[in-house]
């Protein structure tokens, strides 16, 4: 794999192989000194064009974890305000020879264009309301942690679909693994192609405890220009997954920031349910297998040092 710009990128045996290989990574964040050599040398540039807290700073500590050298590149306080195009900014930072570029960014496919301007291998860590392929790795890598696998695992992916890159990797990945999905919210937060995607659509929480996996998604209101709900408090009411809806033995996700008091309670976040700190913690060991993949790939013939036992 040279580059990951999308989950379709991965079958499931490619996928099972990067969650082996985070699994064999989680040794390295045990150690008295966190590191293993595997990406010695090799130069790592991070170009966010939108915030973000768990994923930049766990590609920032995968790359550091596996020895490379790390450049971060965030929009503002760049030329980017100052009007330098992605073309030209991808093709500034490439003079200083990245081998890999992380990128997120507003623009739906902009990680797509990026391999005519630089030879970096390319991964997607979130393009609008596109994709998010990392997420969706550390997502199954933490079920199957907690689960063994995931056939004929029911999840539920509830809320704010429609603008959710999150959601639109994760049904794929899901699927890929053997897990069914089953898709809720507000119709108006619905994709128009969710019929088409292999998944059940409800409008309703009723049912909701047929589910194994309760997924909360975040309302997105950045990324909303019209009113798609009368009000928060109004769609909280009808679709908040809370501890009066949550069963005790549905294990609960979301991909963070939650905003407490609207799709989720304070209570179910902070329950033994709640899988959403492990989903941070897996976020790093899978960022590694990620580097190590796309890196392992474009210097075919050039064995990369295994990780060292502890
Ligand atoms: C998500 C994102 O930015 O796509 N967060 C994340 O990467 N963990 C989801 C969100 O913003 O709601």
Redesign the pocket.
Not at 169 to 174: D, E, K, P, R, T
Not at 200 to 213: I, K, M, P, Q, S
């Given at each position: 794999m040279k580059h990951l710009l999308s989950i379709g990128d991965l079958d499931r045996a490619g996928i099972e192989r990067i969650c082996d290989r985070a699994a064999a990574f989680e040794s390295v964040g045990g150690q008295d000194i966190k590191k293993v050599p595997a990406l010695r040398g090799r130069t790592v540039l991070n170009l966010f064009y939108e915030s973000?807290t768990?994923?930049r700073s766990s590609f920032e500590l995968a790359a550091k974890r596996l020895s490379a050298d790390v450049v971060n590149f965030v929009a503002s306080g760049s030329s980017v305000e100052k009007g330098e195009s992605l073309k030209d900014t991808v093709l500034t930072l490439s003079a200083h020879r990245p081998d890999v570029i992380v990128i997120r960014c507003p623009w739906a496919g902009g990680p797509e264009l990026l391999p005519r301007w630089t030879d970096a291998a390319i991964i997607n860590a979130?393009d609008g309301k596109h994709e998010?392929p990392t997420?969706a790795l550390l997502d199954v890598y933490t079920l199957r942690r907690r689960l063994g696998n995931l056939d004929g695992v029911k999840i539920w992916i509830v809320g704010d679909v429609l603008h959710s890159?999150?959601a639109r990797s994760g049904i794929v990945a899901f699927q890929q693994m053997g897990a069914s999905v089953t898709l809720a919210g507000p119709p108006t937060l619905m994709p128009r192609e969710a019929e088409s995607l292999g998944v059940e659509v409800r409008t309703t929480l009723d049912g909701l405890r047929e589910a194994d996996v309760v997924y909360a998604?975040?309302m997105?209101h950045e990324r909303m220009d019209d009113a798609f709900v009368p009000s928060l408090r109004e769609y909280a009411s009808v679709y908040q997954v809370n501890a009066r809806r949550l069963g005790a033995r549905q294990l609960l996700m979301h991909?963070?920031?939650v905003n407490r008091g609207v799709e989720l309670s304070g209570d179910v976040v902070d329950s033994p349910q709640s899988l959403i700190l492990e989903q941070v913690a897996a976020g790093v060991v899978v960022r590694m297998a990620v580097l190590y993949e796309v890196l392992a790939a474009s210097r075919s013939g050039d064995p990369i040092t295994e990780p060292q036992p502890a």
């Amino acid at each position: 794999m040279k580059h990951l710009l999308s989950i379709g990128d991965l079958d499931r045996a490619g996928i099972e192989r990067i969650c082996d290989r985070a699994a064999a990574f989680e040794s390295v964040g045990g150690q008295d000194i966190k590191k293993v050599p595997a990406l010695r040398g090799r130069t790592v540039l991070n170009l966010f064009y939108e915030s973000s807290t768990r994923t930049r700073s766990s590609f920032e500590l995968a790359a550091k974890r596996l020895s490379a050298d790390v450049v971060n590149f965030v929009a503002s306080g760049s030329s980017v305000e100052k009007g330098e195009s992605l073309k030209d900014t991808v093709l500034t930072l490439s003079a200083h020879r990245p081998d890999v570029i992380v990128i997120r960014c507003p623009w739906a496919g902009g990680p797509e264009l990026l391999p005519r301007w630089t030879d970096a291998a390319i991964i997607n860590a979130g393009d609008g309301k596109h994709e998010h392929p990392t997420q969706a790795l550390l997502d199954v890598y933490t079920l199957r942690r907690r689960l063994g696998n995931l056939d004929g695992v029911k999840i539920w992916i509830v809320g704010d679909v429609l603008h959710s890159r999150v959601a639109r990797s994760g049904i794929v990945a899901f699927q890929q693994m053997g897990a069914s999905v089953t898709l809720a919210g507000p119709p108006t937060l619905m994709p128009r192609e969710a019929e088409s995607l292999g998944v059940e659509v409800r409008t309703t929480l009723d049912g909701l405890r047929e589910a194994d996996v309760v997924y909360a998604l975040r309302m997105q209101h950045e990324r909303m220009d019209d009113a798609f709900v009368p009000s928060l408090r109004e769609y909280a009411s009808v679709y908040q997954v809370n501890a009066r809806r949550l069963g005790a033995r549905q294990l609960l996700m979301h991909p963070g920031p939650v905003n407490r008091g609207v799709e989720l309670s304070g209570d179910v976040v902070d329950s033994p349910q709640s899988l959403i700190l492990e989903q941070v913690a897996a976020g790093v060991v899978v960022r590694m297998a990620v580097l190590y993949e796309v890196l392992a790939a474009s210097r075919s013939g050039d064995p990369i040092t295994e990780p060292q036992p502890a």
